[in-house]
């Protein structure tokens, strides 16, 4: 639904990237390896999180 | 034990930290590592009381997101078991962020202001109080203050012979660090013996490193390299000397008890 707060795995925050992961490697075209890279995400337990996560408040909301 | 251990950081940030301790025991290692994980307390959400939550998550999700929010502790001025109230009250169109809890002390604040908590959509709300109360790891992994915090061996890398120079060469994979015992070898001209170099640095292949040559790998005993990462509650320095401190205090205790 939301981007977890921290990774499954490790307990890495990984939810303060998320914005921005979003807009530059989902909604823009940059290279989402690279964009992780410059956020510091580094372990792969880290980057999955962000890189298989699908927002699902907006397909929600309407049956509040 | 009587003798000091040696410490030497290789890489050294607030958040993360690599640094080699020698003279120590694998007991004593493991010992820092799991006081690291489990006995250094964090301040972390524990209770909270909804006044008004109409998103489209439920009142426990969004608890379980609160708690996980790493929150600033500074161990000098608080005790085990203190709580800190802290307060969010986000409107509709927009995101709730951890940066928009408010907290009823200055010492105690989100480490992260960036952290999405919960979406709102136009007309919904999100009020609540909530408690975070400092506790350590051992009751619940919210309250870690370390992030994978991990050791292993200080590696010596010898050179022992020629690679056969008609066959490709395998990767000779390698991870953490290595103390330079062949410098003449390295490819790296600027090597020297006895430097502590991390694997990283040639894409953790020993074959890029030593090129063409036969190498073997041994365990430098007593010499430990800590990878240490904090979530934003403290330094890692401080991760690492309140750790270290515990093991001491629970030392003394059990001497003194034990003692006729």
Known sequence: MMIPVRCFTCGNVVGEHWDEFKSRAREGDEDPAAVLDELGVERHCCRRMMVAHKDLVDVVAPYQ | ?260
């Open chain 2, 1 to 260: 034990m009587a003798e000091d251990f040696e410490v030497e950081f290789i890489e050294r940030e607030d958040r993360k930290a690599r640094f080699l301790v020698r003279g120590m025991t694998p007991a004593v290692a493991n010992g820092i590592r799991r006081a690291m994980v489990a006995d250094v307390p964090t301040f972390s959400v524990d209770t909270v009381r909804f006044v008004e939550n109409s998103s489209v998550m439920f009142d426990e999700m969004i608890g379980l997101r609160l708690g996980l929010v790493p929150l600033t502790t500074p161990l000098d001025d608080f005790e085990e078991g203190d709580v800190v109230t802290l307060a969010l009250d986000v409107e509709g169109p927009a995101t709730a962020y951890s940066g928009d809890i408010e907290s009823s002390d200055e010492l105690v604040q989100p480490a992260e202001l960036n952290v999405p908590i919960i979406e709102l959509k136009e007309g919904q709300r999100l009020q609540l109080e909530a408690d975070a109360v400092l506790g350590s790891g051992k009751a619940h992994a919210k309250h870690q203050g370390g992030v994978a915090v991990g050791y292993r061996h200080l590696h010596r890398v010898e050179v022992v012979g020629d690679a056969n120079e008609f066959e490709e060469q395998e990767p000779n994979i390698l991870r953490g660090v290595i103390e330079e015992a062949a410098a003449e070898h390295a490819a790296d001209e600027s090597a020297e013996d006895g430097a502590l170099v991390p694997t990283s640095e040639f894409d953790n292949d020993l074959t890029k490193r030593y090129p063409g040559k036969d190498v073997e790998v041994h365990d430098v005993p007593g010499a430990f390299v800590f990878h240490v990462e904090t979530d934003g509650s403290f330094t890692v320095e401080e991760l690492v000397r309140r750790a270290v401190e515990s093991i001491s205090d629970r030392a003394a205790e059990l001497e003194e008890k034990v003692a006729i």
